[in-house]
Every structure is written in C-alpha cells, then in structure tokens.
C-alpha cells in the first residue's frame, strides 16, 4: 500500500481535532515522531490518505483511544543507563539521606520499570521507609499494567545485567517471585509508590518534590513545550532539589538552565538552586 503525501497542515488539522474531541493534546510534540507514529497508524490500518484517518478517529471512538496509545512511546527498562543509577548512589543518595521525608515524581513513569528501579535503590540505601515515589503517566494502559508490576521473565535476564551493572547490592531475584512465564514485583516495593493519571501538557503542578525523573519523555516535545513542562518541574521541585533526565535531553538549551547547577553533567543529572 502506498500512503498518499501528508501535509504539516493535515497534521496539524488532525491533532486539532483530537484535542478538541478528547482533550489529549499533541498539538507541540515533535513532528518527526509524530509523522512516523502516523504512517505506522496508517500502515497497520490499511489507511492509504489523512482525510481517512481524520475521520475514523472523530468517529470511532476505540479506534481513537488506540491511535493515542501509538502516540505514546512505552519502551522502557528497569536501571536504563546504568551509569545514571551509579551516579544517582554516589551523587544524589547522599544529598537524600539528609531529608527527614523524601518525595521522588517519576514524570512518564510507562510501565512503572523505572520506579520499580528507584524503589530498590531506596530500599537498599535504607531510604525506602521515609520515602513516597509518585509514578504518573499519561497512557492509563501503561498504568495499569505498572501497579500490577508484572513482567515478562523474558526480561529479567537483561534487567538482572542492568541491576548488577548499576551498582545493585543484592541479588536481583529477592525483589520479585517467578510464576510461569512472568515475575510480580514484591509488595516490600510497591507500598510506597504512588500511581497516578497525570498528563505533562494539560495538567498543573502535582506535589511539592525533592526529585524528579522524567526521562526518556521531553525528547518527544518541540522546544516550546520542552520550555513549558521545564517550568512545571521548577515549581514542582523544592528549593535544592534534584531533576533527572534522559541520556538524549538536557537543560543546557532550556530558559531555565540558569536556575540550576550541574550535578552529573553526564548522566543529565541538575540541582535547583536555593
Ligand atoms: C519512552 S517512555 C519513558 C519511560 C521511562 N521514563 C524511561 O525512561 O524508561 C515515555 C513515556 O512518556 C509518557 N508521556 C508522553 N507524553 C506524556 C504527557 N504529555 N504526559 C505524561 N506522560 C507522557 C508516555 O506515555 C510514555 O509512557
């Protein structure tokens, strides 16, 4: 099947229409990713131009929702970057271990790996019993599936690797128990994580933190809204606080840079001044 040419303005029509019709707004994502994330819609459909989709989405609405799931990217691991992990024991455990209470915002937390990850590591540091980890995301699909905290031992290899490499102190297997083809993740860490709905681009400032991670997550935004969801992390972190970012995002180009210092230039790891 050939897909016909799409216009930016096309885009731009069909990403209007579903903020208007479902409140979901894409409207200053990167163009790149969502014209790829489009074709591949269109592909897997059988859609060969715009104007079929446009309409299919106004008016179906299950074939909407899961248009919008295609535009949401989930892929994620437990200790992504495990140089950042390492960093984050040496660099910014330490600054942690002197607050009384300690509250992490994973910002786009998809299937809940990444808060799983801090969650050992808070565990391990003897951190975890004075800590709350909000994990929110926009997919609600992707929610889900991260309070269950079920994954696919196909996996485990691989995170076990990553786990080890980041500087993990004990054995990986005590944080979960094995049934057939999948793990569950322990209660021991799901007690204190806190899931919920929150949509990065629509939503207001969340909870008052002393870090947050959202990584892997503006790299999908235009500089406008990367602007604008940098201002809703400033005014959600506490003076001294800790931002954490993807190994391809940074602030160095962002209005805000100036308000923060580099802790691990590296591994995109800032503190808010006083
Ligand atoms: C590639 S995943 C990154 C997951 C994890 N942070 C990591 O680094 O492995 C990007 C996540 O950002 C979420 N996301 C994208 N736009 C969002 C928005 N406007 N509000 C909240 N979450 C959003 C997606 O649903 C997806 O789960």
Redesign the pocket.
Known sequence: MRIKDITELEIALLLESVFIRYGY?FRQ?SGAHIRRRIMNRMLMSGIADITQLHNRVLGDEAFAYSFLQDL??????MF?DEGFYRSLRDNVIPVLKTYPFIKIW??????G??AYSMAVVMQEEGLYDRTTIYA????QH?LNRAKDGIYSNKMIKEYTTNYQLSGGKESFSNYYTSSYDHVIMNQSLKKNIVWAN??????GVFAEVNMI?????LI??DKVLQNKVQDLFYHSLMNGGILCL?SKEGLRFADIYEEYTEMDKKHRIYKKKY
């Open positions: 707004d994502y949401s990217i989930t892929v994620t691991e992504r994973h910002a786009g937390c998809s299937t790996e990444e929110t995301d926009f997919n992707a929150h949509n990065l681009v629509t939503d991670l959202c990584r892997n997550v999908y935004f993807g």
